[in-house]
């Protein structure tokens, strides 16, 4: 019954799309219809590096390109043993040799953890391996790389990569000398994030690393977002977070959004201020602070009450130049009655909307000023953001030109294409780029592929992070993806299947940096709720009993809180507890005779 209403629905959206639309889960089937007619495919070595698995239209083309590609190259990521196809036991074990029994059991449970661990790869290897049996494609030997020198400097990293998440664990016999992988208990992210701050720049100063050999992942981006771009503000580290960012927070969307929402609900106080206050207005702050005292002492609400020209005087105003604040009433309204009057005609279409959306925003020359903030933005150091700023306009017409071929001339309600318009806003993703080269990438322990950093801060490592609880609902439950996978339709994978994908992607993550591993978790949340550690802690302690559990943010000397003039404030301001009780240190008394 699910499957044959989720039909019915495809059918009809299939039925709606126009004959010149193709939506974007349809872009794979086109590009399998192009690459035999290709002749440039036809010459090529096509190489996938860095893949952790497929989805099925992506085998689709990996399909095509197997058949008429020169030569496919694939690169998965998996123990060498298993990948060389030695998945026996080994020689059976007399029954008197109890050690050697004992070594075969940990040696079988072993293979077993690995083949669980690595079962995305095995799951690709097995899948290609069947499309080229079934077009007769002859496979070439598979070669195993070799693990290389890379940790070289770190022997306690080179034992993670063999054990960790494997199951039985052997652990190390002793502490490598190096301090290479180190656990750090803190209070909350914020001081978290100080203590990486400030262990980052210890091992660009002190160790003579560059900020691109240092890499910060976590499971929680999203939520740390914030928190890094204070901390690393303030301690001048430069640095690239790889999201992919909502636009709906953006001061353009703001400003559209709530010019729509005027429109619809008769110019309300709360709407007009929250278009007119979203920073791209032609309106001075002193402007928009004098319009908005107005309108609230006046009581002005509606169409009616923005186009009769203001004479009142409420008690306070008295100093207000009436005919200024008039202009500034018209300058405020006419764009948006503009806009109106096109929403009002009976015979206006989507295009006709989505003209006049562009007029509105031409007006008040919200392009110039977007361009103006992003120059803004690049010159204060936020040359991320300062991109974002650079392509909103561009995301926003991409987005009505969308809208318009998809409803062209179609005649619908002006709340339905506001709506319409917020569901587009939420979907647009804004990515960027880094703006320099020597900086520290901090990213998602799924999206971000890093190259081979010498050190690597794995934040937020608490219980509910990692694992990441709280699965967004599905229409399918685990049971039907089960049994259609039964059937052969492959689907997203369950609940189950996401936590060996999530284990593999730790594995893939703590195992990339040559040198150095911190990993952190905090003691409570930031509204104070109490936090467990994740249950990674408990293997890294399996592999190493020698590790030790610091309290990074404790007993820090105030010579090493000082990284730079906004950190020497900050510890000036928390030390004055001390110093009124009489018990401030040396130290901070010489820091604060450079202040006063």
Not at 264 to 289: Q, R, V
Not at 526 to 551: C, H, N, V
């Amino acid at each position: 019954r699910k499957l044959q209403e989720i039909l019915t629905i495809y059918q009809a959206f299939d039925k709606s799309m126009q004959a010149d639309t193709i939506p974007s889960e349809r872009l794979f089937d086109v590009l399998c219809r192009l690459i035999p007619e290709s002749a440039l495919i036809r010459r090529s070595v096509v190489a996938f590096d860095g893949f952790t698995g497929f989805t099925p239209v992506q085998y689709q083309v990996l399909e095509a390109l197997m058949r008429y590609a020169g030569q496919v190259i694939v690169t998965v990521t998996v123990d060498g043993e298993l990948a060389e196809g030695r998945l026996a036991a080994g020689p059976a074990a007399s029954e008197g040799d109890a050690d050697s029994q004992a070594e075969a059991a940990l040696r079988r449970a072993r293979l077993a953890g690995d083949r669980q661990l690595f079962d995305m790869s095995l799951t690709t290897v097995h899948t290609l391996r069947n499309l080229a049996a079934q077009n007769q494609i002859t496979e070439e030997a598979s070669q195993v790389l070799p693990p290389g020198l890379r940790f070289g400097k770190a022997p306690a990293l080179a034992v993670l990569e063999r054990q960790l998440l494997r199951g039985s664990a052997v652990p190390m016999a002793g502490d490598d000398g190096q301090g290479s992988i180190r656990l750090w208990e803190v209070r909350d992210r914020h001081a978290e994030l100080v203590c990486v701050a400030r262990e980052m720049f210890r091992l660009v100063k002190e160790e003579g690393l560059c900020y691109r050999e240092i890499a910060l992942v976590t499971s929680d981006i999203t939520g740390y977002e914030p928190v890094i771009r204070q901390v690393f503000g303030q301690c001048h580290i430069p640095y690239f977070i790889d999201v992919k960012n909502s636009m709906m927070g953006h001061p353009l969307v703001a400003c559209l959004r709530g010019a729509l929402e005027a429109v619809e609900n008769g110019y309300s106080y709360e709407t007009m201020f929250a278009c007119l206050k979203s920073g791209m207005t032609p309106f001075e702050e002193n402007d928009l602070y004098e319009l908005e005292n107005y309108v609230l002492a006046m009581g002005i609400r509606g169409r009616h009450a923005w186009e009769m020209p203001w004479e009142r005087i409420y008690r306070e105003g008295r100093h207000l130049d009436m005919e200024r604040l008039n202009r500034l009433r018209v300058q405020a309204s006419e764009p948006l009655f503009a806009m109106q009057e096109v929403f009002r005609r009976p015979e206006s279409t989507v295009r006709d909307y989505a003209a006049a959306l562009v007029e509105f925003m031409q007006s008040w020359q919200m392009e110039k000023r977007l361009s103006v903030m992003a120059g803004q933005l690049a010159q204060t150091g936020e040359a991320s953001l300062s991109l974002e700023y650079e392509q909103a306009y561009n995301k926003v017409l991409e987005l009505l030109d969308k809208v318009v071929e998809l409803f062209g001339d179609g005649r619908i309600s002006p709340r339905e294409w506001r709506e319409i318009l917020d569901t587009g806003f939420s979907e647009i993703r804004v990515g960027v780029i880094p703006a320099c080269v020597d900086r520290v990438v901090a990213g998602d322990m799924h999206r971000t592929r890093l190259k081979a950093p010498r050190a690597l801060f794995f934040i937020g490592a608490n219980d509910g992070l990692v694992p990441k609880t709280g699965e967004k609902a599905s229409l399918l439950s685990d049971l039907d993806r089960r049994s259609l996978a039964k059937r052969g339709i492959q689907l997203a994978p369950t609940r189950q299947e996401n936590g060996f994908i999530d284990r593999f992607y730790l594995y893939l993550t703590l195992t990339k940096p040559s040198e150095r591993l911190y990993v952190s978790w905090c003691r409570q949340s930031m509204d104070g709720a109490a936090m467990l550690p994740s249950y990674l802690i408990g293997e890294l302690k399996g592999i190493y009993p020698w590790l030790e559990t610091e309290q990074a943010d404790c007993g820090v000397p105030l010579p090493m809180q000082i990284l730079t003039p906004e950190t020497a404030r900050t510890a000036l301001l928390s030390g004055f507890a001390d110093y009124k009780e009489g018990r401030a240190p040396k130290a901070w008394l010489e820091l604060y005779g450079l202040f006063w």
